[in-house]
């Protein structure tokens, strides 16, 4: 079974510019993705978009041996891009300093990945989105390890959501995840008919300040490679 996550560091172009990036992976958009790269206002979101996809693309073709050039992309009804006629599926995330793309061909996989170090109140987050089993044990949880019990969390939730394919139409608080055991573990409430045997979670630190989850609707655990992204 594939499933690997391909990595890319964003700090390894730290010393390029717009204008060094676009000479060397602009020509692997389409012109209505060269479009879009160029509607944000600000520089380090138009570098990421055009990252994200000389990303997807560049690793694709690593498994098809298709010039990437080549790929032509549809959207899914809740914006999910695809390739039709694949025989594995591909999921990307992207956070400060940090794009992954999950290939698996489990289907629909999902993947999130978060910067840990961000501001925020975690604690007020977790009220308004998390289950409450969550809820209690990030309350028991010592200060100094509930910033990354909160990130696991989040990017669990997030990774099943993007599986799933439906957003946030399914409510975050009506599933929650176990911790205790050697991989994540979910549960549902009555407002989601899902099966929780059909999952299999990962966590993975991918650096001191990036934490990453995977989901896979796959019928036995499945080892996570990791990949460094070979722009």
């Given at each position: 079974?594939?499933?690997?996550?391909?990595?890319?560091?964003?700090?390894?172009?730290?010393?390029?510019?717009?204008?060094?990036?676009?000479?060397?992976?602009?020509?692997?958009?389409?012109?209505d993705?060269?479009?879009?790269?160029?509607?944000?206002?600000?520089?380090?979101?138009?570098?990421?978009?055009?990252?994200?996809?000389?990303?997807?693309?560049?690793?694709?073709?690593?498994?098809?041996?298709?010039?990437?050039?080549?790929?032509?992309?549809?959207?899914?009804?809740?914006?999910?891009?695809?390739?039709?006629?694949?025989p594995?599926?591909?999921?990307?995330?992207?956070?400060?300093?940090?794009?992954?793309?999950?290939?698996?061909?489990?289907?629909?996989?999902?993947?999130?990945?978060?910067?840990?170090?961000r501001?925020g109140?975690?604690?007020?987050?977790?009220?308004?989105?998390?289950?409450?089993?969550?809820?209690?044990d990030?309350?028991?949880?010592?200060?100094?390890?509930?910033?990354?019990?909160?990130?696991?969390?989040?990017?669990?939730?997030?990774?099943?959501?993007?599986?799933?394919?439906?957003?946030?139409?399914?409510p975050?608080?009506?599933?929650?995840?176990?911790?205790?055991?050697?991989?994540?573990?979910i549960?549902?409430?009555h407002?989601?008919?899902?099966?929780?045997?059909?999952?299999?979670?990962?966590?993975?630190?991918?650096?001191?300040?990036?934490?990453?989850?995977?989901?896979?609707?796959?019928?036995?655990?499945?080892?996570?490679?990791?990949?460094?992204?070979?722009?």
């Amino acid at each position: 079974m594939i499933s690997d996550l391909h990595l890319l560091r964003l700090d390894r172009f730290a010393g390029q510019d717009e204008g060094e990036l676009l000479a060397r992976y602009g020509g692997l958009l389409s012109p209505d993705e060269q479009e879009r790269q160029m509607r944000p206002t600000m520089e380090k979101r138009r570098r990421e978009v055009l990252l994200t996809r000389a990303l997807v693309r560049t690793v694709l073709s690593s498994y098809t041996g298709a010039d990437p050039r080549d790929w032509r992309f549809d959207i899914g009804e809740r914006g999910r891009p695809f390739v039709a006629g694949l025989p594995f599926d591909f999921n990307l995330a992207h956070t400060e300093g940090m794009i992954v793309c999950l290939v698996s061909d489990a289907p629909s996989p999902g993947v999130d990945v978060e910067f840990m170090s961000r501001r925020g109140k975690l604690d007020e987050v977790a009220e308004h989105f998390f289950a409450a089993p969550e809820c209690e044990d990030l309350r028991r949880t010592a200060e100094a390890e509930k910033r990354r019990r909160f990130f696991t969390y989040w990017t669990l939730k997030e990774a099943y959501i993007k599986a799933r394919g439906l957003g946030l139409a399914l409510p975050l608080d009506a599933f929650w995840f176990a911790l205790e055991g050697e991989r994540p573990v979910i549960a549902f409430d009555h407002r989601i008919e899902d099966d929780p045997a059909a999952w299999r979670f990962e966590t993975l630190a991918l650096s001191g300040d990036h934490l990453c989850s995977v989901a896979l609707k796959a019928s036995a655990p499945t080892a996570i490679q990791l990949i460094e992204a070979p722009l």
